[in-house]
């Protein structure tokens, strides 16, 4: 017997793969109407928000990587980014660009490093941890300014999510921190041609194929996202999930209309954001401290977005994974929020 249930949970470890695929496929038959007004949805985010705000900076990275301004960045920054992340000082540019642009343009400047030589595996790993996250356009300006209408919270939000991304490089600074390979054995330079005159068209077409490549890719994420939303909205998993849940959320005082924003904004961010500050409530620092979650998780749509960037190298997105559950609201923001001399407890 014991033989019996060993092999049935292999066979189901084996095939869950296939299994899920086939019961999208049949979803996809049955609910097609839903389906056809989710993808709709999905790729007029996408051309209306996405492409807008990331593609000019995929191709500025690009373009930059043929210059030596990461090179000089790394040498000015190594005396301060080692001691305090242990990473090479270019894990300053993707910091920054990471910060600035909004997912995935971290994961994407990171993995072009480990391509190019600039920094050891465990570096990189160290930097993916915390140079992925939500921009500053999207957090003050969409969060902020269109959810929830106060520029003040979009702020809050996005200082907030800041400090968290520099609190986890600090203490990621310990990951693999016995690691074997030798810190400078990477290159100093990248392997990319500089770019001239002479090259400037090669350079350019290419830093435009590649980011249109990627931005495709993140496109077809959100398009899929957005259909399995409207499938399991359709399939009524949504209403079932909060009647299971609504005895833990009276437990804690909460509503349990906050229960399929959560579940939604854990596959895919922007969905889960809308609906969770779309529910009205007098103390409004459960939509800010929820939303300060969703936006520091980053859903599984973004998880995948930055594994199918992470997997042209041999990166691991183990502790990316890992920074990503760790509670992203920390007593601090807590209290921060939930203080009745915070303004904004009693909208």
């Not at 939509?287 to 997997?311: C, E, K, M, W």
């Amino acid at each position: 017997m014991k033989h019996k249930f060993t092999i049935i949970f292999f066979s189901l470890k084996k095939n869950i793969l296939p299994f899920l695929f086939v019961l999208f496929t049949i979803c996809l038959v049955f609910f097609a109407n839903g389906n056809l007004q989710a993808t709709k949805a999905g790729i007029l985010l996408w051309a209306n928000s996405v492409v807008p705000a990331l593609l000019p900076f995929f191709i500025a990275t690009e373009l930059l990587s043929h210059t030596n301004v990461v090179s000089t960045i790394g040498k000015f920054l190594n005396r301060y980014m080692r001691p305090i992340f242990n990473v090479p000082g270019i894990g300053a540019y993707a910091f920054v660009m990471g910060i600035i642009s909004g997912y995935p343009i971290g994961a994407k400047i990171v993995t072009k490093f480990r391509q190019d030589g600039l920094c050891t595996k465990a570096e990189a790993e160290r930097l993916l941890a915390f140079t992925n996250n939500s921009g500053p356009l999207f957090i003050i300006g969409t969060v902020g300014v269109t959810l929830f209408g106060n520029t003040e919270i979009g702020i809050l939000l996005f200082i907030t999510h800041l400090i968290s991304c520099i609190l986890v490089g600090f203490f990621f600074r310990f990951w693999k921190y016995q690691d074997k390979e030798n810190i400078h054995s990477y290159k100093e330079t990248s392997t990319s041609h500089n770019v001239t005159f002479s090259n400037l068209g090669e350079v350019l077409s290419n830093s435009i194929l590649n980011a249109i490549h990627t931005i495709i890719v993140i496109g077809g994420f959100v398009v899929l996202f957005s259909v399995i939303l409207s499938i399991l909205n359709q399939c009524q998993f949504f209403t079932i999930l909060t009647s299971f849940f609504t005895p833990f959320c009276n437990m804690f005082g909460m509503s349990n209309g906050f229960v399929t924003p959560i579940a939604s904004g854990i596959l895919e961010l922007t969905n889960g954001l809308s609906l969770v500050c779309a529910i009205p409530q007098k103390a409004i620092s459960t939509n800010i401290i929820l939303s300060a979650f969703l936006l520091g998780f980053g859903g599984f749509s973004v998880l995948l977005q930055v594994l199918s960037i992470t997997s042209k190298s041999d990166i691991s997105i183990k502790a990316y994974f890992i920074r990503k559950t760790i509670a992203r609201n920390h007593r601090y923001h807590f209290n921060l929020y939930t203080n009745p001399h915070f303004p904004y407890f009693q909208l």
